[in-house]
């Protein structure tokens, strides 16, 4: 009886720890599934708040593809040489013209066109926010893998990520490093990090310590997820495949990690295997996507290796000093958590630092080593961006994480026998004065720096469909007669450095013609060679010379003159608009009368001298004065 006893108890006592642990899996995957939501929400309501201009790549590398591939090459989108010689992987773009089609699509025949016009805006806002979503997630996630579910220095990985201000002024723009920062988040907390090492001492418990090596499906799919992720990450930007290359090397030659190696060569064997399993899948899709898309069989990642590191083609946009990642780059991805990002990955190069688990030990230098490597590579690149590391920030953030906790945080009743520690605040001004800088850092950059070239297209859409209320239609209808002195109209003439305002992801009405500067590298040149070093773009040639510039453009024996009805500016360009178009200027024969009709402030400080001042709308009359367009 007591035999049988015994064994009964010992049954319930396993069944109680078995029904303990599902109860403790469920509720952290509802608590995972609401955070998700929570965080989707801030970051549509981030979205909705970002109304300022950054980068041109945000849409001409990203929407104005997209438009492209719904509504044809008849509906004004316009492609950038990238796009002409075959940079670019199509599948960035084709994921917002997803978005694009289920506005069209789904009701979108049925809709009134300036309705249209708004779902089209928004689609492509509630996508990126859901990336940037994920992103935030997906660290907080690996945040838990490293440190334990439900611990401070995980959720303080989550907090850091919401209020941080680079986060919330460009996670929600559709820039493919934001797209590649969201893929690279989910392949790490995928990514199986056991295989970096255990304890040396069997004896010591760890709860890495009995974990089989990719020995369940579980484990292999997981594996596959990371490695299928990863594959589309560098496929989207070659130069991801640094972060993948800095762990491999890592796994391999097991420099500064601790412990022992768990791989055995049945694990190398099936590491290999899959990388090449994963690596032909995504690649052959890739392949398949860009056939479908450029008409012929193409590689974008090795052209655009080609075009900017073989060609140095990247410099033209822009050089900057060895140390820019250094000195601006991480300062400007951490703003005041900058401190504890040096000291994460300096502490986590401690051999002596044996505060973490083997596994998470060996994780953190990992993702110290994946910064440092990419950092020190992008550096000899002449042409650099911030947002060129911003798929390190999810690093960043995890390494910086213990000590922002143990910074601003403290255990209470860690003493008192009657009740559990808590954690409570520290140096609470400062954690307060911290976040009222990101507030207004993030704040300004979001809603009022740079907001005119957003406005000014804005203002020219709600213009065009004023004056032409019947030539909304999106798409163009391809029978349907137009007037022929609609068809010759430009409505808008972008006087302005290329690139400087959206497309036609903003203007959206196909009818609605439009012309800007251009900014084509001199593709044709050899590095270093004169003929490159005295090219000069319509952009630069416009700037040197406004007035002989504006002769050009305008030809006096031109066989139709090609006049806007709105001119688009920087303030300091009118000056030379007015001289030119004088009644005794060389435009004067246009008989056109500039009539500034609309400005905005754009900000308190611009990278480019080109762009400061107010942007200015002048409205020529000229189509005011011919026989009027419509009844």
């Given at each position: 009886?007591s035999?049988?006893?015994?064994?009964?108890?010992a049954?319930?006592?396993?069944?109680?720890?078995?029904?303990?642990?599902?109860?403790?899996?469920?509720?952290?995957?509802?608590?995972?599934?609401?955070?998700?939501?929570?965080?989707?929400?801030?970051?549509?309501?981030n979205?909705?708040?970002?109304?300022?201009f950054?980068?041109?790549?945000?849409?001409?590398?990203?929407?104005?593809?997209?438009?492209?591939?719904?509504?044809?090459?008849?509906?004004?989108?316009?492609?950038?040489?990238?796009?002409?010689?075959?940079?670019?992987?199509?599948?960035?773009?084709?994921?917002?013209?997803?978005?694009?089609?289920?506005?069209q699509?789904?009701?979108?025949?049925?809709?009134?066109?300036?309705?249209?016009?708004?779902?089209?805006?928004?689609?492509?806002?509630?996508?990126?926010?859901?990336?940037?979503?994920?992103?935030?997630?997906?660290?907080?996630?690996?945040?838990?893998?490293?440190?334990?579910?439900?611990?401070?220095?995980?959720?303080?990985?989550?907090?850091?990520?919401?209020?941080?201000?680079?986060?919330?002024?460009?996670?929600?723009?559709?820039?493919?490093?934001?797209?590649?920062?969201?893929?690279?988040?989910?392949?790490?907390?995928?990514?199986?990090?056991?295989?970096?090492?255990?304890?040396?001492?069997?004896?010591?418990?760890?709860?890495?310590?009995?974990?089989?090596?990719?020995?369940?499906?579980?484990?292999?799919?997981?594996l596959?997820?990371?490695?299928?992720?990863?594959?589309?990450?560098?496929?989207?930007?070659?130069?991801?495949?640094?972060?993948?290359?800095?762990?491999?090397?890592?796994?391999?030659?097991?420099?500064?990690?601790?412990?022992?190696?768990?791989?055995?060569?049945?694990?190398?064997?099936?590491?290999?295997?899959?990388?090449?399993?994963?690596?032909?899948?995504?690649?052959?899709?890739?392949?398949?996507?860009?056939?479908?898309?450029?008409?012929?069989?193409?590689?974008?990642?090795?052209?655009?290796?080609?075009?900017?590191v073989?060609?140095?083609?990247?410099?033209?946009?822009?050089?900057?000093?060895?140390?820019?990642?250094?000195?601006?780059?991480?300062?400007?991805?951490?703003?005041?958590?900058?401190?504890?990002?040096?000291?994460?990955?300096?502490?986590?190069?401690?051999?002596?630092?044996?505060?973490?688990?083997?596994?998470?030990?060996?994780?953190?230098?990992?993702?110290?080593?994946?910064?440092?490597?990419?950092?020190?590579?992008?550096?000899?690149?002449?042409?650099?961006?911030?947002?060129?590391?911003t798929?390190?920030?999810?690093?960043f953030?995890?390494?910086?994480?213990?000590?922002?906790?143990?910074?601003?945080?403290?255990?209470?009743n860690?003493?008192?026998?009657?009740?559990?520690?808590?954690?409570?605040?520290?140096?609470?001004?400062?954690?307060?004065?911290?976040?009222?800088?990101?507030?207004?850092?993030?704040?300004?950059?979001?809603?009022?720096?740079?907001?005119?070239?957003?406005?000014?297209?804005?203002?020219?859409?709600?213009?065009?469909?004023?004056?032409?209320?019947?030539?909304?239609?999106?798409?163009?209808?391809?029978?349907?007669?137009?007037?022929?002195?609609?068809?010759?109209?430009?409505?808008?003439?972008?006087?302005?450095?290329?690139?400087?305002?959206?497309?036609?992801?903003?203007?959206?009405?196909?009818?609605?013609?439009?012309?800007?500067?251009?900014?084509?590298?001199?593709?044709h040149?050899?590095?270093?060679?004169?003929?490159?070093?005295?090219?000069?773009?319509?952009?630069?040639?416009?700037?040197?010379?406004?007035?002989?510039?504006?002769?050009?453009?305008?030809?006096?024996?031109?066989?139709?003159?090609?006049?806007?009805?709105?001119?688009?500016?920087?303030e300091?360009?009118?000056?030379?608009?007015?001289?030119?178009?004088?009644?005794?200027?060389?435009?004067?024969?246009?008989?056109?009368?500039?009539?500034?009709?609309?400005?905005?402030?754009?900000?308190?400080?611009?990278?480019?001298?080109r762009?400061?001042?107010r942007?200015?709308?002048?409205?020529?009359?000229?189509?005011?004065?011919?026989?009027?367009?419509?009844?």
């Amino acid at each position: 009886m007591s035999s049988g006893k015994k064994k009964t108890d010992a049954g319930a006592s396993s069944a109680t720890k078995s029904t303990t642990k599902n109860h403790e899996i469920t509720v952290g995957a509802v608590q995972a599934k609401d955070a998700l939501a929570v965080i989707f929400a801030v970051r549509i309501i981030n979205a909705l708040c970002v109304r300022t201009f950054f980068q041109p790549d945000e849409y001409f590398q990203a929407l104005e593809p997209a438009w492209n591939l719904v509504f044809g090459e008849d509906s004004g989108a316009w492609l950038t040489w990238e796009w002409k010689h075959q940079l670019r992987s199509s599948v960035h773009p084709a994921v917002f013209a997803i978005g694009y089609w289920i506005v069209q699509n789904f009701q979108g025949s049925k809709m009134h066109p300036v309705t249209k016009t708004k779902w089209l805006l928004a689609a492509p806002k509630v996508l990126q926010a859901g990336f940037a979503a994920l992103s935030d997630w997906y660290s907080w996630r690996l945040a838990e893998r490293l440190y334990g579910r439900g611990s401070a220095a995980a959720w303080s990985v989550l907090l850091m990520a919401l209020v941080n201000p680079w986060q919330w002024y460009t996670s929600t723009r559709t820039f493919s490093n934001c797209f590649e920062t969201t893929l690279t988040a989910m392949a790490l907390y995928y990514w199986p990090w056991e295989i970096l090492g255990t304890e040396d001492d069997e004896n010591v418990e760890s709860k890495h310590s009995s974990i089989p090596i990719l020995q369940t499906w579980g484990q292999i799919n997981n594996l596959r997820l990371s490695l299928i992720l990863a594959a589309f990450a560098v496929l989207l930007r070659p130069t991801n495949i640094l972060i993948w290359a800095a762990i491999s090397t890592l796994t391999l030659t097991r420099a500064t990690l601790s412990g022992k190696s768990p791989l055995t060569l049945r694990n190398c064997f099936m590491i290999y295997r899959e990388v090449v399993f994963c690596g032909s899948f995504v690649l052959g899709l890739s392949l398949l996507a860009d056939r479908l898309y450029y008409g012929e069989w193409t590689f974008p990642p090795l052209t655009f290796l080609h075009f900017n590191v073989a060609q140095d083609l990247a410099s033209f946009y822009g050089e900057n000093d060895w140390h820019y990642y250094l000195s601006q780059g991480i300062p400007l991805l951490g703003t005041t958590i900058t401190p504890f990002i040096l000291k994460g990955i300096y502490r986590s190069l401690d051999s002596e630092n044996l505060t973490w688990p083997v596994v998470t030990s060996n994780a953190l230098k990992a993702l110290s080593f994946v910064a440092f490597t990419n950092i020190s590579a992008l550096s000899f690149v002449s042409h650099k961006e911030v947002r060129f590391i911003t798929p390190l920030l999810p690093a960043f953030h995890i390494l910086a994480a213990p000590y922002v906790t143990s910074f601003f945080t403290a255990l209470k009743n860690a003493t008192s026998t009657s009740s559990s520690p808590t954690l409570g605040w520290k140096r609470t001004p400062l954690l307060l004065a911290g976040l009222l800088v990101n507030a207004i850092i993030g704040g300004y950059l979001s809603w009022l720096h740079a907001a005119a070239p957003i406005k000014v297209v804005n203002y020219l859409r709600s213009e065009f469909e004023n004056i032409h209320p019947k030539h909304l239609a999106i798409p163009q209808p391809a029978n349907v007669s137009v007037d022929e002195d609609f068809s010759q109209e430009l409505f808008a003439l972008f006087l302005t450095p290329c690139h400087a305002t959206p497309w036609r992801s903003h203007l959206v009405y196909p009818a609605l013609r439009a012309r800007a500067l251009t900014c084509e590298p001199p593709l044709h040149t050899a590095p270093g060679s004169l003929q490159r070093q005295v090219y000069q773009d319509e952009t630069r040639r416009f700037y040197a010379d406004k007035i002989g510039f504006l002769k050009e453009l305008w030809p006096r024996d031109a066989p139709g003159e090609d006049m806007a009805r709105y001119i688009v500016g920087y303030e300091d360009i009118g000056p030379a608009l007015y001289e030119y178009f004088d009644p005794m200027g060389p435009g004067g024969r246009h008989r056109v009368e500039l009539v500034r009709v609309w400005d905005s402030w754009n900000g308190l400080f611009t990278d480019d001298d080109r762009k400061s001042g107010r942007l200015v709308v002048w409205a020529t009359g000229f189509y005011d004065k011919v026989s009027p367009i419509e009844p």
